[in-house]
């Protein structure tokens, strides 16, 4: 489901930015959607080989990410199953980062209080137990720079807040305008020319009645 939304923003540069005990750029912001796919295609639970959350590190991250990005419209979808670890930044600075840039985070906690999800390569989603979210955080990150928060305990319901995220974020493209233009100077030069060769016979058959 997620790389059919990718695929469905064909003219907007996506890029992803991963994080557990430490926050780190997977893909730049990219037009090329077949290579984003084979990037998460090869990105599992042991990329980062660092145990924690750093939300608020991954949030700065990625709007540093975003910050040179030409788009009227900045969005981030910020997704994760536990609650921030006590060496990641402060949220404040993450939050005022989003606003100053004018980027609107969408959050998505995943999982419920009994734990979070995660996607095994060879067995799909699993839940992870004793990894709780932090709802409230997610709510005010989303609430803070206008976007919104969501939760999600199973699969279908994960695709259901990618179509509503894609309803939400709609936005016109300027595309060359093209007129097609037709020469009408031949024409006109020929007409002349046909002017003047009457005209030349004219005078030469009044000059020989004469």
């Given at each position: 489901?997620?790389?059919?939304?990718?695929?469905?923003?064909?003219?907007?540069p996506i890029g992803?930015?991963?994080?557990?005990?430490?926050?780190?750029?997977?893909?730049?912001?990219?037009?090329?959607?077949?290579?984003?796919?084979?990037?998460?295609?090869?990105?599992?639970?042991?990329?980062?080989?660092?145990?924690?959350t750093v939300l608020?590190?991954?949030?700065?991250?990625?709007?540093?990410?975003?910050?040179?990005?030409?788009?009227?419209?900045?969005?981030?979808?910020v997704l994760t199953?536990?609650?921030?670890?006590?060496?990641?930044?402060?949220?404040?600075?993450?939050?005022?980062?989003?606003?100053?840039?004018?980027?609107?985070?969408?959050?998505?906690?995943?999982?419920?209080?009994?734990?979070?999800?995660?996607?095994?390569?060879?067995?799909?989603?699993?839940?992870?137990?004793?990894?709780?979210?932090?709802?409230?955080?997610?709510?005010?990150?989303?609430?803070?720079?206008?976007?919104?928060?969501?939760?999600?305990?199973?699969?279908?319901?994960?695709?259901?807040?990618?179509?509503?995220?894609?309803?939400?974020?709609?936005?016109?493209?300027?595309?060359?305008?093209?007129?097609?233009?037709?020469?009408?100077?031949?024409?006109?030069?020929?007409?002349?020319?046909?002017?003047?060769?009457?005209?030349?016979?004219?005078?030469?058959?009044?000059?020989?009645?004469?």
């Amino acid at each position: 489901m997620l790389f059919r939304s990718i695929n469905k923003r064909q003219n907007d540069p996506i890029g992803v930015v991963i994080f557990s005990g430490a926050a780190v750029t997977r893909c730049p912001l990219t037009l090329d959607k077949q290579l984003l796919a084979e990037i998460l295609n090869q990105t599992s639970v042991e990329t980062i080989p660092v145990d924690g959350t750093v939300l608020a590190e991954g949030i700065i991250v990625a709007a540093n990410r975003l910050k040179k990005s030409s788009a009227s419209s900045r969005i981030m979808i910020v997704l994760t199953d536990g609650a921030p670890s006590y060496h990641d930044s402060d949220p404040r600075q993450a939050i005022g980062l989003a606003k100053k840039l004018g980027i609107r985070v969408y959050t998505i906690g995943i999982g419920s209080v009994e734990g979070g999800w995660y996607k095994d390569p060879f067995f799909g989603w699993q839940q992870q137990p004793n990894n709780e979210y932090n709802e409230r955080l997610l709510r005010h990150i989303a609430s803070e720079t206008g976007g919104a928060f969501f939760k999600a305990s199973r699969q279908d319901e994960m695709n259901q807040i990618y179509n509503t995220i894609d309803s939400l974020e709609k936005s016109s493209q300027e595309v060359p305008l093209f007129a097609k233009y037709r020469e009408y100077f031949p024409y006109l030069l020929l007409i002349a020319a046909a002017l003047l060769l009457i005209e030349l016979i004219l005078l030469t058959f009044f000059w020989v009645r004469l």
